[in-house]
């Protein structure tokens, strides 16, 4: 599958099968991962590879009663928890360079695309997972204080049909030329 019918198939999957993901595979969507770029070059992402039942158990009970990715917790052979070193990415001497402070969010979520789109082409899926108690995650994994809990990705086979995505907008909808 090439890059651009990854991105059109590659959609939230938050029922799994049992089958196992393989280190070979995981090997291979971590280091896509890693070719993602970052604020120069820092790669501040911190990724922990959870395969464990009970401590997929404990970081679903982050996650609110009704989050619909709840199940997906438990059910995906792997979570990955997507952290990042802070005041590193959009700093310079200390401080931050942007209006938007630190750059981490961004640089993490750059590397979870590529996650995303190389899980698809190998016929598996992932869905994010932002909402829940991060505080309580990053104690549950051992986090230091100095990087921060981003995401939670459940990653594996879909259990039955690949799903069907939503209506995505048209590119009119959202594009302007020269001015807003």
């Not at 590193?88 to 942007?98: A, I, L, N, R, V």
């Not at 809990?149 to 302007?176: C, N, S, T």
Request: aromatic share 8%; charged share 20%.
């Amino acid at each position: 599958m090439d890059v651009f019918e990854a991105m059109a198939r590659r959609r939230s999957v938050r029922k799994y099968s049992d089958k196992p993901v393989s280190d070979a595979d995981l090997d291979r969507i971590l280091t896509c991962g890693g070719q993602a770029p970052s604020w120069v070059n820092f790669q501040c992402w911190e990724i922990i590879v959870v395969r464990d039942v009970q401590t997929k158990e404990q970081l679903m009970e982050t996650l609110s009663k009704n989050n619909p990715a709840r199940q997906a917790m438990v059910a995906a052979p792997v979570v990955l928890v997507a952290c990042g070193r802070k005041g590193e990415s959009g700093y310079h001497k200390g401080q931050p360079t942007t209006v938007l402070g630190d750059w981490l969010m961004f640089d993490v979520a750059l590397f979870l695309h590529n996650v995303t789109l190389a899980a698809c082409a190998l016929g598996m899926g992932t869905v994010h997972v932002g909402s829940f108690e991060h505080a309580k995650a990053a104690e549950i994994l051992a986090v230091p204080q100095q990087v921060q809990v981003v995401e939670l990705m459940p990653l594996g086979y879909p259990e039955g049909d690949w799903p069907k995505g939503p209506k995505r907008k048209a590119i009119q909808d959202f594009l302007h030329w020269e001015k807003y």
